[in-house]
């Protein structure tokens, strides 16, 4: 079983960068595909990015399409999302998470394994 541990979160201006780190512990860590997702205060739960298990697949939601960039290092265990251009409205917990089935879903209920969740926070 996989665990995920997110890092990297924290304040910062518009217009600024973030890169968040999601540590995974346990086995098969390079058989899952991995995403981001994020959740503010008052709405649901929302796709950010996923990347294959491979590393050779991406994803984005529109809403972060050329600002967001999702990478893995399957030799750390690591997943990773770059973030440009940050807007007050990316301001959200981001949480990691893991599908071990299936390419290319979207829905939080599909994904099996979630992190803790680390808090982004957009300054206008």
């Known amino acids: 079983q996989v665990q995920l541990v997110e890092s990297g979160g924290g304040l910062v201006q518009a217009g600024g960068s973030l890169r968040l780190s999601c540590a995974a512990s346990g086995r098969f860590f390079s058989t899952y595909v991995m995403g981001w997702f994020r959740q503010a205060p008052g709405r649901e739960r929302e796709f950010v990015a996923a990347?294959?298990?491979?590393?050779?697949?991406?994803s984005y939601a529109d809403s972060v399409k050329g600002r967001f960039t999702i990478s893995r290092d399957n030799a750390k265990n690591t997943v990773y999302l770059q973030m440009n251009s940050l807007k007050p409205e990316d301001t959200a917990v981001y949480y990691c998470a893991a599908d071990s089935a299936h390419w290319g879903r979207r829905s939080p209920d599909e994904y099996d394994i979630w992190g803790q969740g680390i808090q982004v926070t957009v300054s206008s």
């Open positions: 990347i294959h298990w491979s590393g050779d697949s991406t």
